[in-house]
């Protein structure tokens, strides 16, 4: 029979004795850490004489690269890769810009974006927390647009890190919800976002969205042309449940991009490399939400 080890109460000062009993066996190896008990990773001492005592390591002056503002996150690969990336990706498209969702949280942002680039609908809202990205390559007047889309929350606590996004835009999508009114209202708070924050000549569509909730509907199509009018930006609805006007409206903006920057684009045919309006930063493998989680962020 093995003794009965006596009770230590919690607040006891005294140190309980280890019994073997309850010695681990397995000895806490730190995680990332080459384990000494494993016959692979056993330090074999070097025969001969000792190795030369290492000139000292200089300072380290910077261990993590600054971030500038709408700068790519510490995920992103170092230009060499990047560039070797782009390289890879030349023959698949002739170029690549990048377009922004905007509007109210819960408006349907993310699930357009799922809708377009993976025919997906999610019923379910998770808001997105600060930024998520998807590409999607698709074909307009003969020209191959590799096209980032970046979602962001419509979240107010998110709005400093979403703004840093804007000034990268070439395409911004100002998204309300057929069935808010309120939604509908702040598309002016929105759009005076993207005139402080986004470059100039930045191409804008207006999108309601939900057109499928009719029996909910608060906002008339006449205000949604109306707004648009105003603003002189195209006007889509759309509803990624039943999928309206979905990739017509994606299309649209790649489409006002290309007229807007065709200076940029003459002689696409004959240039060696892709121009690349925006940069190619990752591709849908490796971007931290994935395609499998769009609701993941880069903040
Ligand atoms: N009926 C209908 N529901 C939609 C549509 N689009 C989105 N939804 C629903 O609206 C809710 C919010 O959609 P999200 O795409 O997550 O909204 P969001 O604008 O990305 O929200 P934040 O990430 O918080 O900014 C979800 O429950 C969706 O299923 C649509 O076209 N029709």
Redesign the pocket.
């Given at each position: 029979m093995m003794p009965i080890p006596p009770i230590y109460p919690l607040w006891s000062t005294q140190t309980p004795p280890i019994y073997p009993q309850d010695r681990d066996p397995t000895p806490i190896v730190p995680v990332g850490c080459p384990d000494p008990h494993s016959p692979q990773e056993a330090h074999t001492p070097l025969a001969g004489p000792p190795p030369p005592s290492l000139p000292p390591l200089p300072p380290v002056t910077r261990l993590i690269p600054a971030l500038r503002p709408g700068s790519i996150p510490h995920t992103s690969p170092p230009p060499a890769r990047r560039r070797r990336r782009g390289a890879a990706m030349a023959k698949q498209y002739d170029v690549l810009f990048r377009l922004l969702?905007l509007?109210?949280?819960?408006?349907?942002?993310?699930?357009?974006l799922?809708r377009f680039t993976d025919s997906e609908?999610?019923?379910?809202?998770?808001?997105?927390i600060g930024v998520d990205f998807k590409m999607k390559t698709i074909e307009v007047d003969g020209i191959k647009v590799r096209i980032q889309i970046w979602?962001?929350?419509?979240?107010e606590r998110y709005q400093t890190i979403t703004k840093q996004y804007y000034r990268r835009a070439q395409g911004i999508f100002l998204?309300y919800?057929i069935s808010s009114e309120r939604s509908y209202q702040h598309i002016v708070k929105w759009a005076s976002d993207v005139d402080e924050y986004a470059p100039d000549g930045v191409q804008k569509i207006l999108i309601g969205?939900?057109?499928?909730?009719e029996h909910k509907r608060q906002v008339a199509k006449e205000q949604g042309l109306q707004l648009a009018r105003e603003y002189g930006m195209d006007f889509y609805e759309?509803?990624?449940?039943?999928n309206?006007n979905i990739k017509e409206s994606f299309t649209r903006l790649t489409e006002l991009v290309l007229q807007a920057h065709r200076k940029e684009l003459e002689g696409l045919r004959t240039a060696t490399a892709p121009p690349e309006l925006a940069q190619l930063e990752e591709d849908e493998q490796q971007t931290p939400g994935g395609n499998d989680n769009p609701?993941n962020c880069w903040c």
């Amino acid at each position: 029979m093995m003794p009965i080890p006596p009770i230590y109460p919690l607040w006891s000062t005294q140190t309980p004795p280890i019994y073997p009993q309850d010695r681990d066996p397995t000895p806490i190896v730190p995680v990332g850490c080459p384990d000494p008990h494993s016959p692979q990773e056993a330090h074999t001492p070097l025969a001969g004489p000792p190795p030369p005592s290492l000139p000292p390591l200089p300072p380290v002056t910077r261990l993590i690269p600054a971030l500038r503002p709408g700068s790519i996150p510490h995920t992103s690969p170092p230009p060499a890769r990047r560039r070797r990336r782009g390289a890879a990706m030349a023959k698949q498209y002739d170029v690549l810009f990048r377009l922004l969702l905007l509007g109210d949280s819960g408006v349907g942002k993310t699930c357009l974006l799922c809708r377009f680039t993976d025919s997906e609908f999610h019923p379910a809202h998770i808001s997105t927390i600060g930024v998520d990205f998807k590409m999607k390559t698709i074909e307009v007047d003969g020209i191959k647009v590799r096209i980032q889309i970046w979602d962001t929350a419509g979240q107010e606590r998110y709005q400093t890190i979403t703004k840093q996004y804007y000034r990268r835009a070439q395409g911004i999508f100002l998204v309300y919800d057929i069935s808010s009114e309120r939604s509908y209202q702040h598309i002016v708070k929105w759009a005076s976002d993207v005139d402080e924050y986004a470059p100039d000549g930045v191409q804008k569509i207006l999108i309601g969205n939900k057109a499928d909730e009719e029996h909910k509907r608060q906002v008339a199509k006449e205000q949604g042309l109306q707004l648009a009018r105003e603003y002189g930006m195209d006007f889509y609805e759309t509803s990624a449940c039943s999928n309206l006007n979905i990739k017509e409206s994606f299309t649209r903006l790649t489409e006002l991009v290309l007229q807007a920057h065709r200076k940029e684009l003459e002689g696409l045919r004959t240039a060696t490399a892709p121009p690349e309006l925006a940069q190619l930063e990752e591709d849908e493998q490796q971007t931290p939400g994935g395609n499998d989680n769009p609701k993941n962020c880069w903040c």
